[in-house]
Protein backbone atom coordinates (compact mmCIF):
# COMPACT_ATOMS: atom_id res chain seq x y z
CA UNK A 1 0.00 0.00 0.00
CA UNK A 2 0.86 3.76 -0.23
CA UNK A 3 2.06 6.34 2.45
CA UNK A 4 4.02 8.82 3.49
CA UNK A 5 7.06 8.45 5.77
CA UNK A 6 9.44 10.88 7.86
CA UNK A 7 12.78 9.22 7.84
CA UNK A 8 14.91 12.21 9.06
CA UNK A 9 13.06 15.16 9.89
CA UNK A 10 14.22 18.66 9.32
CA UNK A 11 12.14 20.25 6.36
CA UNK A 12 9.04 19.06 4.74
CA UNK A 13 10.96 17.94 2.02
CA UNK A 14 11.72 14.73 4.61
CA UNK A 15 8.33 14.12 3.78
CA UNK A 16 8.77 10.85 1.05
CA UNK A 17 6.14 8.53 -0.56
CA UNK A 18 6.83 4.74 0.33
CA UNK A 19 5.07 1.37 0.16
CA UNK A 20 4.61 -0.80 3.16
CA UNK A 21 2.83 -3.88 3.14
CA UNK A 22 -1.40 -3.62 4.10
CA UNK A 23 -2.01 -4.18 7.97
CA UNK A 24 -4.08 -7.06 8.92
CA UNK A 25 -6.36 -6.32 12.19
CA UNK A 26 -5.60 -7.94 14.76
CA UNK A 27 -8.20 -9.17 17.76
CA UNK A 28 -9.90 -6.56 19.08
CA UNK A 29 -8.73 -4.06 15.80
CA UNK A 30 -10.53 -3.24 11.92
CA UNK A 31 -8.90 -2.66 8.96
CA UNK A 32 -9.76 1.19 7.93
CA UNK A 33 -9.29 2.18 4.13
CA UNK A 34 -8.28 5.84 4.61
CA UNK A 35 -10.53 8.01 2.55
CA UNK A 36 -8.64 11.89 3.72
CA UNK A 37 -6.66 13.33 6.08
CA UNK A 38 -6.00 16.79 7.66
CA UNK A 39 -3.48 18.58 8.56
CA UNK A 40 -2.70 20.54 12.00
CA UNK A 41 -0.27 22.46 12.58
CA UNK A 42 1.56 20.01 14.99
CA UNK A 43 2.37 18.04 11.52
CA UNK A 44 4.51 21.09 10.52
CA UNK A 45 6.61 20.90 13.96
CA UNK A 46 6.83 16.67 13.33
CA UNK A 47 8.38 16.64 9.94
CA UNK A 48 10.57 19.78 10.87
CA UNK A 49 12.12 17.74 13.96
CA UNK A 50 10.89 20.49 16.85
CA UNK A 51 7.68 18.14 18.00
CA UNK A 52 9.22 15.78 20.16
CA UNK A 53 12.76 13.79 20.50
CA UNK A 54 12.79 10.23 20.41
CA UNK A 55 10.06 9.39 17.59
CA UNK A 56 10.56 5.80 16.07
CA UNK A 57 11.34 6.42 12.19
CA UNK A 58 10.56 5.89 9.73
CA UNK A 59 6.81 7.81 10.92
CA UNK A 60 3.96 8.19 8.77
CA UNK A 61 2.41 11.07 9.92
CA UNK A 62 -0.82 12.82 10.72
CA UNK A 63 -3.28 12.11 13.22
CA UNK A 64 -6.51 12.98 11.04
CA UNK A 65 -7.87 10.74 9.18
CA UNK A 66 -11.37 9.18 8.17
CA UNK A 67 -12.15 6.29 6.12
CA UNK A 68 -14.72 2.95 5.91
CA UNK A 69 -14.05 0.13 7.78
CA UNK A 70 -13.12 -3.32 5.50
CA UNK A 71 -12.29 -5.81 7.49
CA UNK A 72 -12.82 -6.66 11.05
CA UNK A 73 -10.59 -8.53 13.84
CA UNK A 74 -11.44 -11.07 16.05
CA UNK A 75 -13.35 -9.97 19.38
CA UNK A 76 -14.67 -6.69 17.05
CA UNK A 77 -18.25 -5.63 18.24
CA UNK A 78 -18.37 -1.64 18.18
CA UNK A 79 -18.05 -2.32 14.19
CA UNK A 80 -18.69 -3.73 10.95
CA UNK A 81 -17.70 -3.52 7.63
CA UNK A 82 -18.88 -0.71 6.09
CA UNK A 83 -19.09 1.60 8.83
CA UNK A 84 -17.83 4.98 8.47
CA UNK A 85 -15.32 5.88 10.83
CA UNK A 86 -12.78 8.56 12.09
CA UNK A 87 -9.48 7.98 14.64
CA UNK A 88 -9.02 9.61 17.49
CA UNK A 89 -6.26 11.48 18.17
CA UNK A 90 -4.79 9.20 21.43
CA UNK A 91 -5.43 6.03 20.85
CA UNK A 92 -6.10 5.21 24.49
CA UNK A 93 -7.99 8.18 25.71
CA UNK A 94 -11.59 6.95 26.11
CA UNK A 95 -12.80 8.81 29.22
CA UNK A 96 -12.20 10.99 31.82
CA UNK A 97 -9.30 13.80 32.45
CA UNK A 98 -6.06 13.72 30.78
CA UNK A 99 -2.77 10.83 31.73
CA UNK A 100 0.27 11.16 30.95
CA UNK A 101 0.22 7.97 28.98
CA UNK A 102 -1.84 8.26 26.60
CA UNK A 103 0.65 11.01 24.71
CA UNK A 104 2.74 7.33 24.10
CA UNK A 105 -0.73 6.70 21.83
CA UNK A 106 -0.47 9.67 19.99
CA UNK A 107 -0.82 9.06 16.32
CA UNK A 108 1.56 10.89 14.05
CA UNK A 109 3.70 11.41 16.89
CA UNK A 110 4.54 8.35 18.99
CA UNK A 111 2.56 5.98 16.91
CA UNK A 112 2.15 5.75 13.30
CA UNK A 113 -0.14 7.90 11.74
CA UNK A 114 -3.40 8.05 8.75
CA UNK A 115 -1.07 8.74 5.81
CA UNK A 116 -1.81 5.81 4.23
CA UNK A 117 -4.06 4.16 2.44
CA UNK A 118 -5.05 1.62 5.24
CA UNK A 119 -4.56 1.49 8.76
CA UNK A 120 -5.31 -0.55 11.11
CA UNK A 121 -6.39 0.33 14.74
CA UNK A 122 -8.33 -0.81 18.00
CA UNK A 123 -11.85 -0.18 17.68
CA UNK A 124 -10.98 1.42 21.00
CA UNK A 125 -9.77 3.90 18.79
CA UNK A 126 -12.29 4.73 16.19
CA UNK A 127 -16.06 6.50 16.56
CA UNK A 128 -18.56 6.64 14.27
CA UNK A 129 -19.02 9.69 11.64
CA UNK A 130 -22.27 12.24 11.91
CA UNK A 131 -24.20 10.87 8.58
CA UNK A 132 -24.53 14.24 7.14
CA UNK A 133 -20.71 14.71 6.36
CA UNK A 134 -18.50 13.38 3.70
CA UNK A 135 -14.88 12.03 4.47
CA UNK A 136 -13.52 15.13 4.13
CA UNK A 137 -15.31 16.82 6.72
CA UNK A 138 -15.12 14.02 9.14
CA UNK A 139 -11.03 14.12 9.09
CA UNK A 140 -10.96 17.55 9.98
CA UNK A 141 -12.71 16.62 13.54
CA UNK A 142 -10.04 14.62 15.68
CA UNK A 143 -7.82 17.29 16.74
CA UNK A 144 -8.85 20.75 15.94
CA UNK A 145 -12.36 20.38 16.69
CA UNK A 146 -12.63 18.29 19.38
CA UNK A 147 -9.60 20.09 21.17
CA UNK A 148 -11.99 23.43 20.67
CA UNK A 149 -14.52 21.19 21.92
CA UNK A 150 -13.07 20.29 25.33
CA UNK A 151 -11.87 23.91 25.51
CA UNK A 152 -15.25 25.45 25.37
CA UNK A 153 -17.71 22.95 26.50
CA UNK A 154 -16.08 19.92 28.47
CA UNK A 155 -14.14 22.36 30.44
CA UNK A 156 -15.18 25.45 29.97
CA UNK A 157 -18.95 25.01 30.47
CA UNK A 158 -20.11 27.26 27.54
CA UNK A 159 -23.67 28.96 28.11
CA UNK A 160 -25.71 31.05 26.03
CA UNK A 161 -25.20 34.48 26.14
CA UNK A 162 -21.11 34.17 26.99
CA UNK A 163 -18.62 35.65 24.79
CA UNK A 164 -16.03 33.85 23.63
CA UNK A 165 -12.30 35.49 21.74
CA UNK A 166 -10.91 33.51 18.79
CA UNK A 167 -7.52 34.18 17.90
CA UNK A 168 -6.99 33.80 14.07
CA UNK A 169 -8.74 31.44 11.58
CA UNK A 170 -6.86 28.43 11.45
CA UNK A 171 -8.64 25.17 12.53
CA UNK A 172 -8.90 25.23 16.18
CA UNK A 173 -9.90 28.87 16.26
CA UNK A 174 -12.41 28.76 13.52
CA UNK A 175 -14.48 25.21 15.19
CA UNK A 176 -14.16 27.60 18.30
CA UNK A 177 -16.63 30.03 16.35
CA UNK A 178 -18.91 27.51 15.24
CA UNK A 179 -19.49 25.77 18.59
CA UNK A 180 -19.55 29.23 20.26
CA UNK A 181 -22.40 30.38 17.70
CA UNK A 182 -23.99 26.60 18.07
CA UNK A 183 -24.31 27.38 22.04
CA UNK A 184 -25.81 30.75 21.06
CA UNK A 185 -22.70 32.73 22.51
CA UNK A 186 -21.25 35.55 21.28
CA UNK A 187 -17.61 35.67 19.40
CA UNK A 188 -15.34 38.46 19.00
CA UNK A 189 -13.04 37.27 16.03
CA UNK A 190 -8.68 38.34 15.50
CA UNK A 191 -7.01 38.44 12.58
CA UNK A 192 -4.36 40.48 10.04
CA UNK A 193 -6.46 40.06 7.04
CA UNK A 194 -9.50 42.36 6.45
CA UNK A 195 -10.57 39.44 3.71
CA UNK A 196 -10.31 36.74 6.59
CA UNK A 197 -12.07 39.06 8.89
CA UNK A 198 -15.11 39.14 6.90
CA UNK A 199 -15.10 35.76 6.38
CA UNK A 200 -15.17 34.75 10.07
CA UNK A 201 -17.85 37.78 10.40
CA UNK A 202 -20.21 35.57 7.69
CA UNK A 203 -19.76 32.42 10.04
CA UNK A 204 -21.00 34.28 12.61
CA UNK A 205 -18.97 36.47 14.64
CA UNK A 206 -20.09 39.30 15.80
CA UNK A 207 -16.99 41.73 15.73
CA UNK A 208 -13.36 41.35 14.04
CA UNK A 209 -10.44 43.25 15.25
CA UNK A 210 -7.00 43.45 12.63
CA UNK A 211 -4.16 42.96 15.26
CA UNK A 212 -1.94 44.75 12.51
CA UNK A 213 -4.03 47.60 12.24
CA UNK A 214 -4.76 47.44 15.84
CA UNK A 215 -1.71 45.99 18.15
CA UNK A 216 -3.59 46.67 21.39
CA UNK A 217 -6.38 44.63 20.30
CA UNK A 218 -7.27 43.45 23.63
CA UNK A 219 -8.26 46.95 24.71
CA UNK A 220 -10.51 46.97 21.63
CA UNK A 221 -11.43 43.84 22.48
CA UNK A 222 -12.66 45.32 26.35
CA UNK A 223 -14.15 48.15 24.12
CA UNK A 224 -16.21 45.86 22.41
CA UNK A 225 -17.77 44.33 25.72
CA UNK A 226 -18.42 47.47 27.63
CA UNK A 227 -15.29 47.28 29.35
CA UNK A 228 -16.43 43.83 31.25
CA UNK A 229 -14.10 41.57 29.17
CA UNK A 230 -14.76 38.17 27.31
CA UNK A 231 -15.62 35.03 29.35
CA UNK A 232 -13.60 32.60 27.56
CA UNK A 233 -10.19 33.21 25.20
CA UNK A 234 -9.54 30.65 23.27
CA UNK A 235 -5.62 31.19 23.15
CA UNK A 236 -3.90 29.62 19.97
CA UNK A 237 -0.61 32.31 19.84
CA UNK A 238 1.37 30.99 23.21
CA UNK A 239 3.56 33.56 24.93
CA UNK A 240 3.30 35.88 22.33
CA UNK A 241 -0.48 36.88 22.39
CA UNK A 242 -0.77 35.17 26.35
CA UNK A 243 -0.37 39.18 27.95
CA UNK A 244 -3.13 40.50 25.82
CA UNK A 245 -5.45 37.49 26.11
CA UNK A 246 -5.14 38.12 29.65
CA UNK A 247 -6.09 41.73 29.18
CA UNK A 248 -9.12 40.97 27.42
CA UNK A 249 -10.62 38.37 29.55
CA UNK A 250 -12.77 39.29 32.50
CA UNK A 251 -12.18 39.08 36.07
CA UNK A 252 -12.85 35.30 37.05
CA UNK A 253 -12.82 34.58 33.33
CA UNK A 254 -11.03 31.86 31.46
CA UNK A 255 -8.12 31.29 28.87
CA UNK A 256 -7.83 27.82 27.25
CA UNK A 257 -4.10 28.16 26.06
CA UNK A 258 -3.71 25.31 23.15
CA UNK A 259 -1.07 26.37 21.07
CA UNK A 260 1.99 27.94 20.82
CA UNK A 261 2.16 29.67 17.37
CA UNK A 262 4.31 32.89 18.80
CA UNK A 263 7.04 30.69 20.48
CA UNK A 264 8.04 30.24 23.91
CA UNK A 265 8.69 33.14 26.11
CA UNK A 266 8.47 34.89 29.74
CA UNK A 267 4.71 35.35 30.78
CA UNK A 268 4.00 37.47 33.55
CA UNK A 269 1.29 35.81 35.96
CA UNK A 270 0.41 38.30 37.60
CA UNK A 271 -2.86 39.31 35.74
CA UNK A 272 -3.91 35.31 36.42
CA UNK A 273 -3.58 36.40 39.81
CA UNK A 274 -4.83 39.67 40.28
CA UNK A 275 -7.73 38.88 37.53
CA UNK A 276 -8.68 35.22 39.56
CA UNK A 277 -8.52 33.89 35.56
CA UNK A 278 -8.55 30.00 34.89
CA UNK A 279 -6.23 29.37 32.65
CA UNK A 280 -6.10 25.72 31.64
CA UNK A 281 -4.03 24.03 29.39
CA UNK A 282 -6.25 21.60 26.56
CA UNK A 283 -4.43 18.64 24.49
CA UNK A 284 -6.73 17.72 22.46
CA UNK A 285 -9.38 15.60 24.37
CA UNK A 286 -10.77 12.16 24.77
CA UNK A 287 -13.04 9.76 23.00
CA UNK A 288 -16.40 10.62 25.18
CA UNK A 289 -15.88 14.19 23.91
CA UNK A 290 -15.21 13.29 20.63
CA UNK A 291 -18.54 11.27 20.46
CA UNK A 292 -20.31 14.37 22.59
CA UNK A 293 -19.09 16.21 20.00
CA UNK A 294 -20.34 14.69 16.72
CA UNK A 295 -24.24 14.54 18.67
CA UNK A 296 -24.35 18.34 18.75
CA UNK A 297 -22.47 18.49 15.13
CA UNK A 298 -25.12 16.16 13.76
CA UNK A 299 -28.14 17.81 15.76
CA UNK A 300 -27.05 21.31 14.43
CA UNK A 301 -26.02 20.17 10.76
CA UNK A 302 -22.84 21.83 11.28
CA UNK A 303 -19.98 21.83 8.72
CA UNK A 304 -16.09 22.06 9.13
CA UNK A 305 -15.13 25.27 6.70
CA UNK A 306 -12.54 22.50 4.63
CA UNK A 307 -10.11 25.97 2.87
CA UNK A 308 -8.69 23.25 -0.14
CA UNK A 309 -8.27 19.65 -0.35
CA UNK A 310 -4.98 18.46 -1.78
CA UNK A 311 -5.06 14.77 -3.80
CA UNK A 312 -2.45 12.16 -2.08
CA UNK A 313 0.45 12.49 -4.24
CA UNK A 314 0.55 16.29 -3.71
CA UNK A 315 0.79 15.86 0.21
CA UNK A 316 4.14 18.06 0.33
CA UNK A 317 2.07 20.78 -1.04
CA UNK A 318 -0.35 20.62 0.78
CA UNK A 319 2.09 20.80 3.88
CA UNK A 320 3.40 23.70 2.29
CA UNK A 321 0.41 25.79 2.28
CA UNK A 322 0.15 25.00 5.73
CA UNK A 323 3.29 27.04 6.20
CA UNK A 324 2.19 29.96 4.05
CA UNK A 325 -0.76 30.29 6.91
CA UNK A 326 -3.11 31.56 3.64
CA UNK A 327 -5.52 28.89 4.80
CA UNK A 328 -8.83 29.40 6.15
CA UNK A 329 -10.43 26.51 8.43
CA UNK A 330 -8.59 23.34 7.32
CA UNK A 331 -6.55 21.48 5.15
CA UNK A 332 -7.14 18.58 3.76
CA UNK A 333 -5.79 15.34 1.96
CA UNK A 334 -7.57 13.14 -0.51
CA UNK A 335 -7.30 9.44 -1.31
Not at 93 to 101: D, L, N, S, Y
Not at 224 to 249: F, I, K, M, Q
Not at 261 to 281: H, N, S, Y
Request: proline share 5%.
Amino acid sequence: MKVYEIERPGSIDALRPAERPRPAPGHGQVLVRVRACSLNYRDLAVVRGTYARGLKLPLIPLSDGAGEVVEVGPGVTRFAVGDRVAAIFMQSWIAGGPREEYARSALGGALDGMLAEYVALDQAGLVAIPAHLTYEDAATLPCAAVTAWNALVSEGRLKSGDTVLVLGSGGVSVFALQFARMAGARVIATSSSEDKLARLLELGASDGVNYRTTPEWDKRVRELTAGRGVDHVVEVGGAGTLARSLGAVRQGGRVSLIGVLTGAGQVDPTPVLRKAVTLQGIFVGSREMFDEMNRAIETAAMRPVVDRAFPFAQAREAYRYLESAAHFGKIVITF
